[in-house]
């Protein structure tokens, strides 16, 4: 059984910053990708941001220099530090893990981008 739970999210005005962090429990190998997703109002869920056991990273054109993946491997955390934020970065933002056996997502935090 794996659990991931995630925090963080809020409401920010536009060009505010904002982390995002989720932590993984339970049966989890050492190879894996986590990362995050989103999805707004009337639209598909759409990769943002992920990294690999090893480090590598890729991110979404959309948020390319604005935000920043990272991972603590020893405590099975993700972290998405979002800067410049804009009202279309307003979304339900899921944390995910890919492993071999399958994936596991978070419950979702609301991030909210309003002045």
């Known amino acids: 059984q794996v659990r991931l739970v995630e925090s963080g999210g809020g409401l920010v005005q536009p060009g505010g910053s904002l982390r995002l962090s989720c932590a993984a429990s339970?049966?989890?190998?050492?190879?894996?990708?986590m990362g995050w997703y989103r999805q707004a109002p009337g639209k598909e869920r759409e990769l943002v941001a992920a990294?690999?056991?090893?480090?590598?990273?890729n991110y979404s054109d959309s948020v390319k220099g604005r935000f920043t993946i990272s991972r603590d491997n020893a405590k099975n955390k993700v972290y998405l530090q979002k800067n410049s934020l804009k009202p279309e970065d307003t979304a339900v933002y899921y944390c995910?893990?890919?492993?071999?056996?399958?994936?596991?997502w978070g419950q979702g935090t609301q991030v909210t981008v309003s002045s």
């Open positions: 339970g049966n989890i190998f050492g190879c894996n990708t």
């Open positions: 990294i690999t056991s090893g480090g590598r990273k």
């Open positions: 995910i893990l890919k492993m071999n056996i399958g994936s596991h």
